[in-house]
């Protein structure tokens, strides 16, 4: 069975770094796609960062800022967030998929799911 766990999330103020960690049971990253995407309240998941077979690709509106690692050691993929911003704060959640290709980074693309890890900036 595959299990995603997501830590590291907490409150800070803004300008702020945060690490989050997504550790997997029962599945290899390895080359398969994975990363983060995000939920705010009253607002729909979005992706953040993923990485696939070295490849990282982050979103427009937190590229410079956060950045995507993967240790297969491990088996861990862990996002880097700095000078965070109030509209980071949200639901993080660790996601992957049986493939290489990362698809559309859509939500629907992702089979597997950790139960999120909550990120709060304060101004």
């Known amino acids: 069975q595959v299990h995603l766990v997501e830590s590291g999330g907490g409150s800070v103020q803004s300008g702020g770094s945060l690490n989050l960690s997504c550790a997997a049971s029962?599945?290899?990253?390895?080359?398969?796609?994975a990363g983060w995407f995000r939920q705010a309240p009253g607002k729909e998941r979005e992706g953040v960062a993923f990485?696939?077979?070295?490849?990282?690709h982050i979103t427009a509106s937190v590229q410079g800022r956060f950045s995507i690692s993967q240790d297969n050691a491990k088996n861990t993929v862990d996002l880097q967030m700095s000078r965070l911003k109030p509209a980071a704060t949200a639901m993080y959640y660790c996601?992957?998929?049986?493939?290489?290709?990362?698809?559309?980074?859509?939500?629907?693309?992702?089979?597997?799911w950790g139960t999120g890890t909550t990120v709060t900036v304060s101004s």
């Open positions: 996601a992957a998929r049986d493939d290489t290709w990362c698809g559309r980074f859509s939500s629907t693309d992702y089979t597997h």
């Open positions: 029962g599945y290899f990253f390895g080359s398969n796609c």
């Open positions: 990485i696939s077979a070295g490849i990282k």
